[in-house]
């Protein structure tokens, strides 16, 4: 069946753009995650939903990252004003539901470059 | 804070030759326990997980951790290494009272010599 899929695979932006990055989970996922990996890293939580709600958005670094989930699908992060800092990979994951029984399915991830 | 550690930024090993991954967590309780492998260009996929039970555990492509609560370490094994097992590895934590978050390590890279 199909996985976790992330648009576009590869962003490259100026700073101070507006940029949006989806995900499309896995049919039938109500749980849905977005992380952050940066160069070396391991993967940094942002928020996560379960349904079309922010369970917890405490990963957010500042007021310019956003994400939503208006159908309890698809998600979109949005990052306004990008900062060279803000360069990474966005990975998105999901799984049937939220719990730590429930494993989640990552996607490829979008490569951000904010130049 | 809970974190978890991983004390090998990078390894290389012969193939054939067995591997031993190390992780370290911080938390009072026994949090949920993962190791997942990331190859170049592939998403995360998970190998193996322990929550409880049998402290030795078996995952997919021939892994297996052993969690020691008195060494707070979940280290990640293989006997033989296979060419294909280069990736890079993070080991991560689940909380209980967090029903999203998982927290990750900084990874380790493992290159395979022929």
């Known amino acids: 069946g199909a996985g976790v899929s992330q648009t576009p695979s590869n962003k490259v932006t100026e700073k101070g753009k507006y940029v949006e990055l989806r995900c499309d989970p896995i049919?039938?996922?109500?749980?849905l995650y977005w992380y952050r990996q940066s160069l070396g890293q391991g993967p940094e939580f942002l928020i996560y939903?379960?349904?079309?709600?922010?369970?917890?958005d405490s990963g957010l670094p500042n007021d310019r990252f956003f994400a939503v989930r208006p159908e309890g699908s698809v998600s979109t992060l949005k990052i306004q004003r990008t900062e060279r800092g803000d360069s990474a990979v966005y990975l998105c994951?999901?799984?049937?539901?939220?719990?730590?029984?429930?494993?989640?399915?990552f996607g490829p991830g979008t490569r951000l470059t904010v130049t | 804070a809970q974190s978890v550690t991983q004390p090998d930024i990078h390894i290389t090993v012969s193939e054939g030759a067995s591997l031993e991954l190390r992780c370290n967590y911080s938390?009072?309780?026994?949090?949920?326990l993962f190791w997942y492998v990331q190859s170049p260009g592939q998403g995360l996929q998970l190998l193996l997980k322990?929550?409880?039970?049998?402290?030795l555990v078996q995952g997919i492509k021939g892994f297996e951790a052993e969690f020691k609560r008195s060494q707070s370490s979940f280290n990640l094994r293989k006997p033989s290494v296979h060419w294909s097992d280069a990736a890079e590895y993070f080991c991560?934590?689940?909380?209980?009272?967090?029903?999203?978050?998982?927290?990750f390590g900084q990874g380790t890279t493992l290159q395979v010599k022929p």
């Open positions: 994951a999901s799984s049937l539901v939220a719990g730590a029984g429930y494993e989640q399915y």
């Open positions: 939903f379960q349904g079309t709600g922010a369970a917890d």
């Open positions: 991560a934590v689940w909380r209980s009272s967090n029903t999203g978050k998982l927290i």
């Open positions: 049919s039938g996922h109500t749980a």
């Open positions: 322990y929550f409880s039970g049998d402290t």
């Open positions: 938390y009072g309780a026994t949090p949920y």
